[in-house]
């Protein structure tokens, strides 16, 4: 079987997400990248948690063409691709409609550094793509929901390995990582930052963010060469 | 036993309802239709899930008389038998009073469509129906409620498989779908859309839906004959 | 061993309001009375749930002297009993801090009837009681809120059985019933009911309440001589 | 081994944390204190929570020092040691990112006493720090967290015994006690508290705290010499 051991990592982190409670149903997708093949592996399209195996993942290019694998591959796959060409850095990507995330998006609004759980994991606010216009809904729509993310990221100059997520408008996050379970907990932890903000923001409409040196400090405290955070 | 296999499909749906959190105590209830001999079968009327069985489901006509059973059937029968002869294209119907949506038919709002996890299931706002008048209350009220749906349906030119399900105001949602599992499948995933919207009313009251473009792209990717969705 | 039957079911009732997530340590306090022998049956004070034998129940009378048991009874206690003195069709009283509707207690806020579920076993608002004064507080503080409970339903005319439950300002709520079983799911229903109304009042502050017609129809479908509702 | 019965009180703590749906992933961190010795006895950074043994735990002296141990304590290690230097009659410290508690704290409000069940615990409002500033965030930033801590207690003439939790504005709570077990339990009720106070507040924007007759009637129900809440 072609890439086990990333056909392995994929399926378990789209286990994680069902594990955390962040899909319903057959919602939500993970792949992961070969860079060094340059081949994606992601969950196929609307097949149940509970059934899917290794062999079910689907096995693409990074044009999205099926190399290996029976099962149709996630619809959301150009949006994956996009990204794996577009941030060179990125290892694996999650899509979840995960209530609280989902909610920012629908209501078009970024996620606010509020708090250090935040900044443990985001180097800033977590960005909302625009709105796509009506074009890019009836013509390469997945695809454009990728170009939308990159546009978002470049305008800003965000880089994705310090913000790894980002709010589609009017649907849902999209996180990533250097590997399917490190994107998976991205994507946990978006949300749990997502329930905070919103009770934050529903408590106190004005609230700031916290400093740019809180944020630095608890950032750099898990992520970088200081890092100090865990055991290694 | 008569539409035996109608019966075990009727029970897993009022089931679901249960393993999704939908359901308190004996609230909510399923029933499915047979087309072709005009019969119904229905949950019974305040019978704990836990000692639910197939033969236990009430099987009457499309007036209501009961044509099989020794139980008394829900006491919502007359909203279900209605619908089914309002409505023809639907096979299942499944009544709740889950939080989220119950709280919007509460204030008496529809559920806009605010996202994708909308557009996917339902081609436009949830709609509320007018609140009963005095006379349905006291009259035929169950009856009425059916009345008071199928008249919100009409007045705005829904279709019923394109929006399969309602909110009644001050009461709760009734969904349908093709057969009792894409039915109580309906009413999870109006749930969900109901806890979403839900945030996102809290958090910018003044949100509009998503574009029509976008409401289009989604719901036609899962519905009609150009779906891509899944594997079939 | 005295009351056996009523032992059980006050431990029974405690540990439903557990099983459904009303209670969290040792929160919380159940109790049941024998009318013939005018003997009331309480759980004991800060006991684990999880420890707790129908022998722990402490046994009293009418007045809170305690006839047998070894152990303390719920800090409660003068509340149950004046309940049970002034409410002469009571069968039992339950108490808790279930988070919906003490939020309701502390806002000083009655529930409105804004739906059918809360018409299904209230016959109108849930009650406040005024805040207790600080001389209430300092004296007989526990027997005082037995008091501004039956001074409220007296003020406004309020039949306990129409509407088995109220919320004490500042603290929380109490619920009745006929029997132990039937008080403990009067309180799981207040919560269910608390949360939906949560839910529609942040929605639309402005909500009303459901018709009269609407609160009749629906609370008489399921009480009095021409209930129903269910199998009996 | 040393300390062991510390040792494992404070792996159960931890746990206790997990167990209640208080800590994601490796959050949160609980520590103990021997007086007699000046030893604390700490969770190390990053573990997972399965994995954690006793003889994980870290033993440092009260400047920090590690003492026994071959992993890396949790990097709040230097808020822990500050307060059990300043605040000496606290035997445990509970450090953790709940979701309603977390949200004050980045709204940078404090939790009034707005009902009994806050009033059982907390002897008036759980207060907030004031944001650390770029200053302390940059230099000895978890050592600054716990200054932050005892100048706000200091300020306003709180004994930490009465008020055993705090708000760090921005970041999360901690919580304190006698000893591992009930410094956790505090942050359990903490957080039922939190989520109440978030649903009044919402409810009801101008809630005021109960009176002080009430607060002093629950608080001293079960603190203190004439508490007679409870078997002992």
């Not at 996009?82 to 995960?98: D, K, M, N």
């Not at 949300?191 to 944020?215: D, F, I, N």
Request: aromatic share 8%.
């Amino acid at each position: 079987m072609m890439l086990k051991d990333l056909r392995i990592a994929v399926l378990e982190a789209n286990l994680e997400l069902v594990k955390r409670g962040l899909v319903l149903y057959t919602f939500g997708n993970a792949s992961g990248i070969d860079r060094e093949r340059g081949l994606v592996v992601i969950k196929p399209s609307g097949v149940d948690y509970d059934e899917l195996r290794p062999e079910h993942m689907v096995v693409t290019d990074l044009d999205g063409k099926i190399v290996d694998g029976d099962l149709r591959p996630s619809s959301d796959l150009d949006t994956h691709t996009l990204l794996y060409r577009e941030f060179r850095s990125i290892g694996a990507v999650v899509h979840t409609h995960s209530e609280y995330a989902t909610s920012f998006a629908q209501a078009g609004m970024a996620i606010p550094a509020l708090g250090t759980t935040h900044a443990d994991y985001f180097y800033g606010a977590v960005p909302v793509t625009e709105p796509l216009s009506d074009e890019a809904c009836a013509g390469q729509y997945v695809h454009e929901t990728g170009v939308a993310i990159v546009k978002r990221f470049r305008e800003q100059g965000i880089d994705p390995m310090a913000v790894p997520g980002v709010l589609v408008a009017g649907h849902a996050p999209f996180c990533w990582g250097k590997n399917p379970d490190d994107a998976a907990h991205n994507a946990v932890v978006l949300e749990a930052v997502a329930r905070m903000a919103y009770r934050t923001l529903t408590l106190k409409a004005t609230s700031e963010g916290v400093s740019q040196a809180l944020l630095d400090r608890h950032y750099f405290r898990k992520h970088g060469a200081k890092a100090t955070y865990g055991q290694r």
